[in-house]
């Protein structure tokens, strides 16, 4: 193929949706007749929770009560935020492995700012925006001018920031004004607050890829990146931006995970998980690893469907080891049946 012909093939299209998921949709999705990869995880969050209403049930217990959905929101919500953001830097072919230390890095930044003050929570929020959007900017720039794996650049800075926070804290520090906790515990009728911010989130990066020129370049840097670079995409600038997108995501789960516990807490990122668990909804969600496909939506299916098998296996009191067997064995299999899926079309 000719350089001419990969420029003319690499121009998205005038349509008001990225070139990649319109072609996705036509093949694998509602126009083709058969089920893509987003009803997939919504099928089979369904089928779950019908799984395990029916083993609460025979447990002696009740599954789907307003408790459970309200408690299913709010586990869901931070690790949510994260998965976003970690959707669009996967989206783009690259990953972030440093999220889970600074979220514990934002929580303490913005403890410490509001001191249980309520007027310091506007500078406290704007410090840590600022903290997270400067790591973002680190990662992007040592993955494309140093031209380092972003599995290392993100896991090296990821090290950096548990340096400096085992170095500064040794537990719990600064507090968060009441006001401010009311975003990890109020709600809206059965809404917590903190799954609006969620949706709020999730929307915006929605827009972001289906309706904008960065969105379009994603999907392009991610699906052939030499191919995106010879169509005209400065895609160094894109990888940027979704690291930078990124660790603005993580740092808002911070400031919400602050808000929840009234404190800054040095661990409250790690013991979390946010770094891996993010990674895993985000393909469970039928985002592709290498990059170029995938969308929002399946990643708030994926991030679903991890927080109701939680939810399950804490009302039947399931030990901690068996809970992980059974949630690895659901993300390999969920992974195995995309690539299958994958190399039947290509074979057709």
């Known amino acids: 193929m000719t350089a001419r012909e990969r420029l003319r093939l690499a121009r998205p299209p005038a349509a008001s949706v990225p ?19 987003t009803q997939v995880i919504y099928l089979a969050l369904a089928g779950v929770m019908l799984v395990g209403w029916a ?6 217990g009740d599954f789907l009560t307003l408790e ?18 970690q959707t669009l830097a996967i989206l783009a072919g690259s990953l972030d492995l440093s999220v889970a230390y600074l979220i514990s890095l934002t929580s303490l930044v913005a403890a410490e700012i509001m001191a249980g003050q309520d007027s310091g929570i506007v500078p406290a929020v704007a410090a840590v925006l600022a903290v997270s959007a400067l790591v973002g900017l680190v990662n992007g720039l040592v993955i494309t001018r140093l031209h380092v794996h972003a599995f290392i650049a993100t896991l090296g800075t990821a090290l950096i920031i548990r340096g400096v926070v085992d170095h500064l804290y040794d537990g719990p520090a600064g507090s968060v004004p ?60 894109v990888i940027v931006a979704t690291h930078v ?37 985000v393909v469970l969600g039928g985002t592709a690893l290498a990059g170029g ?14 927080a109701v098998l939680d939810s399950v296996f804490n009302q039947l009191e399931v030990n901690a080891f068996f809970k992980d067997v059974v949630r690895g064995v ?12 994958t190399v039947r079309r290509r074979s057709r």
């Open 178 to 237: 009441e006001s401010f906790q009311r975003l990890g515990y109020d709600r809206l009728g059965p809404v917590p607050v903190s799954a609006l911010l969620w949706a709020a989130v999730a929307v915006a990066a929605w827009f972001l890829l289906r309706r904008t020129r960065l969105g379009y370049r994603i999907y392009a840097v991610g699906g052939d990146e030499e191919v995106a670079r010879l169509s005209g995409v400065r895609t160094g600038r």
């Open 19 to 37: 070139a990649e998921p319109a072609a996705a949709a036509r093949r694998g999705g509602v126009l083709s007749g058969r089920i893509g990869s």
């Open 68 to 85: 459970t959905i309200v408690g299913i929101q709010q586990r869901s919500a931070a690790l949510g935020i994260v998965a976003v953001g």
């Open 293 to 306: 496909r995938g969308g929002v939506p399946g990643t708030v299916g994926g991030v679903l469907l991890l």
């Open 330 to 341: 659901v993300i390999v299999v969920a992974v195995a049946g995309y690539a299958r899926r």
């Open 245 to 281: 997108l990124c660790s603005v995501c993580a740092g808002i789960a911070g400031l919400l995970l602050a808000g929840r516990l009234g404190a800054g807490a040095p661990t409250v990122g790690t013991d979390g998980g946010y770094d891996l668990e993010s990674i895993a909804a």
């Open 55 to 60: 083993l609460v049930a025979l447990d002696g």
